[in-house]
């Protein structure tokens, strides 16, 4: 099974998730790292780790 870069929102969202319900504390931080990894894949910034 490769991953591809339209698994990547759906896997980060399901550990952000994840996260959420065992720290509920960490919201704003996960929040902000989920949208900031959504962005830079959308503007193709992490297009050298060839994901």
């Known amino acids: 099974m490769t991953i591809t870069t339209a698994h990547i929102p ?3 969202a ?3 998730g994840i ?4 720290m509920p504390r960490l919201l704003n931080f996960i ?3 989920y949208l900031i990894c959504v ?7 992490l297009r ?3 994901l």
């Open 31 to 33: 929040v902000a790292i």
């Open 10 to 12: 759906a896997i980060v």
């Open 39 to 45: 962005g830079l894949i959308g503007l193709g910034a």
């Open 48 to 50: 050298f780790l060839h």
């Open 14 to 16: 399901l550990i952000a």
């Open 19 to 22: 996260l959420i319900l065992v």
